[in-house]
């Protein structure tokens, strides 16, 4: 028996470490530390079954028998050095079985002394730790992938990242690759770790159908890779390789994304760890897949118009950056469709969209189109274009190459459809923002639809003009709020009796802000913004009050004409509005007049026709004012009920003219025969209005007689008459 209270000598101790071993269920080795080469002296049956080895293979061996391709070296060197130095250490290490199979060893090493305190031998204890290496692997793999995840987001790069990675860490030596299912449903090569991608797409060993089709976890094995092809034969056997094991992989529900390969050198075969560990890393490549097409879809979504397929404006804004900061030089097209918004009324906003799409399609399509361009969506109805050129011929080519796209006609909703184009053009440098490039090529828009052109080029004034305009529409709510406007009459004169037979009510605007603002400009925009019917409203309520005050106060009075916009006469409201006001004020029909400018015919004929109808019937007469200068038609002119007809200045100022002057004797002889009352307006000379007299024309207004005046002014004209 040992004494077991006192330290054991060395022929003592070698028997006692013996017998412990045989008590445990783990592998336990016995090391020489005397011998340089540290050879095992004892195994105990645990050992033998860990290694595959008998006893007598393994005594008087050393690590050195374990250790295999796989092994790293360094941390094998490490061991031996803890052997040599006597030292007590924990280790991983890859080690081999005697058929080769690798396998994760943990290796703790504790020296034993002797009683005179001697480390001789060492006890090593082993146990396979593979599962848990490998579930470690996978986690470091799943990090390394959420890394490059977010630095990268390319699909092919994170899947080779993948295969060189498990080539790396795992402890079989291996070559791996992946297929994924393309766009034609059919599987493609797409990583492979050192294998030649030509020599996994040369095998082709997979295919969607047969074993692979529908929704089955299990691994496919394939026992003969051989194919046709000499030199991918000759490729093969120079890898030795024997077989392959394949994974698929499968989104939550249940989607075929590809297949996870594994190709086995020469006869080596899988144990059921590896097939765990693929079962285990289809979920890491399928996440990986998943979050990819996730981050293009958020790409996607961040840099293209979705309703077209085209770059969106972030995406054009991106590029163009990219290239002022190159210092490159160009000009800017924005595009607009004039037909959009009809092709939108007609057939619904998608068709106003694929409109959009065909149009940028079919000039990227152009064969001739020699010039660098970057192009997206700009807004619903336009495109913007960044084009580089050395010069102006070189644009003017560009963009009669644009135009000339709508030659052919494109098919919306089934139907062939011609359109047109207009376009607003500017320049891009480094010393402009690309935003004030860009408002400038707007602004240049803004005038091609404003001046009815199909291209125009950015000029400083129209900068001031847009400006002007924004005030103006700024100031119009101030000034109706306010009762900023304002009424002046002008007299009109019997061109027989040069007495004062009635008035035409003009509007004037004096902002506190503007000064004063021209009719010319703000009622334009009042129709625009909507806010023209309160401007008439206002116009019409001084008029009427002023007409009340008179007729209470038994002075004389005389009819006056208020003008309306077409926008307005065309509102639901306008007669219940024009007779609740007439009503309020208690003013017969014989003293106020509307009038309404020749377009008023194009809006809606019908309409026009049974408004002026029912005014008519209660009494109230109507004038056709500016007659002549906009799209007057006289088989109109018979059918609507006016009672007037008012001549634009512009025939009067060349009514000297011989052709001008047949064309003014036609309108008042016709009006005459139509039984209508016929009034020049712009008279500012004996020589036109002596013409005007000849011709046969009862009345006229104009500077030659008066200047519209304020109603101040007015009361004490019309109170000088006796």
Known sequence: MYNTKMPLTKDELFPFLCNISEQFHIGIAIINLEKNDFPFVYVNQAFTTLTGYSQNELIGKNFDSLTGIKTNLEQNGDLLYHLEKKNPFEKNIIHYQKDGTAFWNHVTCQPIKDRDGISTYALIHCKEITEQMLSKMLSKLEHEVYIELEENGDLGSILQLITEKVEKYYLRDIFCAIHVVNQQKKLSPIASGSLPLSLIKAMNHLEIGGSTTGYNESVIYINDLSIKNYQSNKMIKKYNLSSCWSKPIFTKEKALLGYFSIYIKGEMQLRQVDIDFLKKLSPIVALSMKYVKQRQELKKLAFFDMSTGIPNYNNFYTSLGMWVKDQIKGSLLLIQPNEYSSIVDLYGRKFGDELIGQVVNRLLSTKDLNEEIIYGRFSTT??????????????????????????????????????????????????????????????????????????????????????????????????????????????????????????????RWFSPVLGNVSPAEFIPIAEKSGKINEVDILILRKVLKFQNLRLTEGLQIYPIAVNISPVHFYSETFVNDFLTLVEEYQIPPDYIKIEVTESVELFDFVKAKQILLELKKLGYESSIDDFGVGFSSLSYLQQLPFSEIKIDRSFINDISNSDMYAVVQTIVQLAEKLRMHVVAEGIETLEQYTILQKIGCKSGQGFYFHKPMPLEEAQKLLDSIK
């Open 382 to 507: 336009t495109f913007i274009i960044a084009v580089k050129q050395s010069n102006g011929e070189t644009l003017k080519h560009f963009i009669n190459q644009i135009l000339q796209i709508t030659a052919v006609p494109f098919t919306i909703a089934n139907r062939e459809i011609f359109i047109t184009l207009r376009m607003g053009v500017s320049h891009f440098n480094d010393l402009l923002t690309i935003d004030e490039s860009i408002r400038r090529a707007d602004t240049a828009l803004t005038k091609s639809r404003l001046q009815n052109t199909a291209v125009s080029y950015f000029e400083m004034g129209t900068d001031k003009m847009i400006q002007r305009e924004l005030n103006i529409l700024n100031q119009l709510q101030f000034g109706i709020k306010n009762e900023e406007f304002t009424v002046h009459l002008q007299p009109k004169i019997n061109l027989n009796t040069d007495e004062i037979e009635g008035f035409e009510a003009l509007a």
